[in-house]
């Protein structure tokens, strides 16, 4: 099943959420409040949530983007959930790992083995 | 040399990026120069709208841009009454890395060869040569 919202491409497979991001370049305010606001409707849903972020469109991201992931992640664990991100392009991994948030964020390079991680 | 005064106002900030980007892309700075640039112009940006001016659309922010074909300098200015960047807690400390706040300051850092403020701090001057690479991860400088 596809679903597309503004912003975000979600497909549901075997239990995994898997969310694409669809902007090249999530900067601004308005639209990371917006891209929050969907990925928290869709936590909200279910309980446990497997939820997979998909980068693969993604060149820019801003610390504002990074600091809606934070918030986001405590929401799927707080709801017994497990959020993994991949296709994180270089630079914008670079950022992660400035900001040592590589190490609160489990990252994997492809969808398959994010969604194989997610499941586990 | 691009120098503008725009209005506080995040439409008016892409526009400006996006012509600072296309002189450096016409200067001939490469991708990953060009995406540390746009990170740090980006983030000077938001923090003179949100926390210099707080979204006043009275006041003005102040930008100047000298694209040079070896080296770039930016400098923003707002309006408000300026802030102590050395009392911004470090983001990557265990206790705040989970705090959704903070980060911005030190992307800039980390992207641009050199940062930083007016006594006021309500300027920040950010420089980066061209072709200097990705930058290094924390603890490493």
Same mark, same amino acid.
């Given at each position: 099943m596809e679903n597309l919202t503004p912003r975000l491409k979600v497909v549901t497979e075997n239990d995994v959420t898997v969310v694409e991001l669809t902007d090249r370049k999530i900067l601004d305010e308005m639209s990371i409040a917006q891209i929050g606001e969907a990925l928290s409707a869709i936590v909200a849903e279910a309980d446990g949530i497997r939820l997979v972020l998909d980068f693969i469109s993604v060149v820019h991201m801003s610390s504002s983007a990074l600091s809606m992931l934070i918030t986001l992640n405590k929401r799927v664990r707080q709801s017994g959930g497990r959020l993994v991100l991949c296709n994180i392009s270089p630079p914008i991994h670079e950022a992660f790992t400035i900001t040592r948030l590589n190490e609160v964020f489990e990252i994997r390079v492809g969808r398959d083995e994010a969604a194989a991680e997610a499941a586990s | 040399m691009i120098e503008k005064s725009i209005p506080t106002d995040l439409t008016a900030a892409r526009r400006l990026t996006e012509e600072i980007l296309g002189r450096a892309e016409a200067v001939g700075y490469g991708e990953d120069d060009r995406f540390a640039i746009r990170l740090a112009l980006e983030e000077a940006l938001i923090n003179a709208i949100r926390? =210099?001016?707080?979204?006043?659309?009275a006041r003005k922010v102040t930008v100047s841009a000298d694209i040079g074909a070896k080296r770039t300098t930016i400098t923003v200015c707002d309006e408000g009454a300026g802030f102590d960047p050395a009392a911004v807690p470090d983001p990557t400390v265990d206790e705040n890395l989970?705090?959704?706040? =903070?980060r911005g300051i030190m992307l800039m850092r980390a992207y641009m060869d050199e940062v930083s403020y007016n006594t006021r701090g309500n300027e920040v001057r950010m420089a980066k040569r061209r072709c200097s690479g990705l930058p290094r991860p924390a603890g490493q400088h």
């Open positions: - | 926390h =210099g001016n707080k979204f006043d659309h989970e705090k959704p706040c =903070g």
